[in-house]
């Protein structure tokens, strides 16, 4: 619907945000042809736009009409830059929007999660979810011949809604990096995706393996479930506001407002049984704080009164970010050739069009490493030593509420015990014709996102606090060294290697860590702003997804992870939204 003449005043659920949470807990509702399901989204469908199908386009998208455009404040430890939030804002979310890769974390990573005190949500826990959520094609027999891929049939599930598959065709220099990181001797595991993603492994693609086309939250989830009479979504609608009401055994959100845009006049529809809130790590939390549902300090400077005190909406904010350092090497053929060559791109085009290979069929990103500690650097103990000397509030906001901080200090001591575990990757490396992304996977920094105003179409301020925490810039300067120690392998030294970016000349940690303030960047994945945990530790979500202190209300996106796992994260979305919609129907 693009309109709200055929809607209906009450529905069993309303989901707010079509992403990849909200369309798959969408469709799983609505299997129950006795529910009535309404979606509301604030984007509009894409039109099959070459940039949303073609993999060798992903991210392309970004800052596109499907791209919220947002910006994350000025922040002083990266010398105020104001770095930018790609977010889907669209029929998929930002599932339109990314770089399709589709790994999963370590099971150290997710069994961390129940470590804080969630039952139910470890490694083994999820496990089911990110099966039922993929329908996985191996490798080909070409491209197992040829890249030497390694896979585990029986992690993956073959039923599912995502096409996971793996490029069909490579880009060449992939394998030097390989060459590289084995001359390094770093492990690679069997398949990323059975819980073990250290070392370096291929990883699939959220892609379609016959059309080679990306397969997002909407070809996944809404499309096969569009047809359900029961089951309806309107686009171009942005949520304001969640309704309640008071009763005997508390207060219970019975509804939605929204509206098309600022000045437009509100509409409201009623939830029989729950809201379901899907909108992202940043807009989850800024409904609930317009809702009355946060920190009561917060929502008074904003003149809302508070409904439900539950201190950690938009608390415990992490992204992963990455730092580049980039080389030259005399490689004969690179992506670049596509903007440089004509002929190339031409022909590369036709060969995609027509075979469903060559690069536009590549969405990079094929083979990636995930490294703990001790596998880049000889400095663990000294950086672990610094996290341990650390009194944990130090690098908090100085208004952080006493329940997390004391829920940071659960956190802080696992990650420091990560910092020297050998089942925990602290850095991954995405390699680019040359360019080494060095991604920070377990970052110390907490961040949030507050309302800037309690107008509902003014974004929040959202502050991942990248850096803030001095453990986080020594991870990256010694990633910085190892990047240059990969670069002077012999399979890599034959191709003559300059570095470019930072430049030899930059060596001193000091120096490094001006380069890292300088140059850190999002790698995409906003999260833990509605977590799941108790009340008293700063959750705001308990394990079945129930925000406190209300009931009627659901959170089952990206801000419900507690900690990052060392991964990207679409597919752990994906698990756990699965996991959120047995919880909803069978509650
Ligand atoms: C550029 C980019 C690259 C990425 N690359 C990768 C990758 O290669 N691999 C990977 O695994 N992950 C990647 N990710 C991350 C992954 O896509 C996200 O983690 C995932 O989509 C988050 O799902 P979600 O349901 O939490 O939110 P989203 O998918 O972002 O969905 C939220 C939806 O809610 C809507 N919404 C928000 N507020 C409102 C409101 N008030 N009313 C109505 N609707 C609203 C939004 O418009 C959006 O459609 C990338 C993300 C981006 C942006």
Redesign the pocket.
């Known amino acids: 619907l693009t309109s709200e003449s055929g809607l209906l005043p009450t529905y069993d659920y309303v989901i707010?945000?079509?992403?990849?949470?909200?369309l798959?807990v969408a469709n799983r509702l609505s299997e129950n042809e006795s529910l009535s399901i309404l979606v509301?989204?604030?984007?509009e469908f894409d039109q099959d736009e070459d940039y949303i199908l073609i993999p060798g386009l992903?991210?392309t998208?970004?800052g596109s009409k499907y791209?919220?455009n947002l910006t994350y404040v000025g922040n002083p430890d990266l010398g105020n830059r104001s770095v930018s939030?790609?977010?889907?804002?669209?029929?998929?979310?930002?599932?339109l929007?990314?770089?399709?890769?589709?790994?999963r974390g370590s099971r150290a990573d997710y069994d961390r999660w129940k470590t804080l005190g969630n039952s139910g949500w470890g490694w083994t826990d999820l496990f089911p979810f990110f099966k039922k959520s993929e329908n996985f094609t191996p490798p080909t027999s070409d491209i197992i011949d040829e890249w030497n891929v390694t896979y585990d049939q029986s992690v993956h599930g073959t039923t599912g809604n995502v096409q996971s598959s793996y490029a069909p065709w490579i880009w060449p220099s992939t394998k030097h990096f390989i060459s590289a990181v084995t001359d390094l001797e770093v492990r690679i595991p069997l398949d990323g995706a059975s819980g073990d993603a250290l070392g370096g492994f291929f990883v699939s693609?959220?892609q379609d393996p016959v059309t080679a086309t990306r397969s997002d939250?909407r070809r996944a989830y809404w499309d096969p479930a569009s047809g359900r009479p029961n089951l309806q979504l309107v686009t171009g609608?942005?949520?304001?506001k969640l309704l309640n009401r008071q009763t005997a055994r508390g207060v219970q959100i019975t509804g939605v407002e929204?509206a098309p845009s600022p000045y437009a006049q509100r509409s409201i529809v009623h939830a029989r049984k729950e809201v379901i809130l899907?909108?992202?790590?940043?807009?989850?939390p800024?409904?609930l704080q317009l809702s009355g549902i946060g920190d009561p300090a917060l929502l008074a400077r904003h003149n809302i009164s508070t409904v439900s005190n539950v201190p950690g909406v938009g608390r415990n904010f992490q992204d992963h970010l990455y730092v580049p350092v980039v080389f030259s090497f005399d490689f004969p053929l690179t992506a670049t050739n596509l903007t440089t060559n004509s002929t190339f791109a031409a022909e590369s085009l036709a060969l995609y069009h027509t075979d469903q290979t060559g690069p536009y069929a590549d969405?990079t990103?094929d083979f990636l490493a995930f490294l703990p500690t001790a596998n880049f650097t000889s400095q663990t103990s000294a950086i672990q030593q610094l996290a341990q000397s650390q009194h944990t509030t130090l690098y908090l906001d100085p208004d952080t509420p006493a329940t997390l901080a004391r829920g940071y200090a659960s956190q802080h001591e696992l990650l420091t015990t990560g910092l020297a575990a050998e089942n925990e990757a602290q850095l991954e490396i995405i390699w680019s014709d040359g360019t080494f992304i060095l991604g920070l996977q377990h970052p110390f920094s907490r961040g949030s996102v507050r309302l800037a105003s309690s107008d509902?179409f003014t974004p929040p301020l959202a502050d991942p606090a990248y850096l803030r925490n001095p453990v986080d810039v020594a991870i990256l300067v010694e990633a910085i060294k190892y990047a240059r120690s990969l670069a002077q392998t012999p399979s890599l030294a034959a191709f003559n290697p300059v570095e470019l970016v930072p430049g030899g000349n930059v060596t001193s940690d000091s120096d490094l860590e001006a380069y890292i303030r300088g140059a850190a960047d999002s790698?995409?994945?906003?999260?833990g702003t509605c977590s799941v945990g108790r009340v008293e530790l700063g959750g705001v979500v308990d394990t079945d997804f129930r925000v406190h202190g209300v009931s009627g209300l659901r959170v089952?996106?990206?801000?419900v992870f507690p900690l990052l796992p060392a991964?990207?994260?679409?597919?752990?979305?994906y698990a756990v939204?699965e996991k959120a919609a047995v919880a909803i129907l069978s509650s």
């Open positions: 707010v945000g079509a992403g990849v949470s909200g798959t509301i989204e604030a984007g992903a991210g998208g970004i791209d919220w939030i790609p977010l889907g804002k669209a029929v998929g979310g930002s599932s929007l990314n770089r399709m890769t589709f790994d693609h959220n939250a609608r942005k949520v304001t929204f899907a909108a992202g790590a940043i807009h989850s800024q409904l969405a990103g509902p790698l995409f994945h906003p999260s089952v996106d990206a801000s991964t990207h994260i679409q597919s752990s979305v939204a």
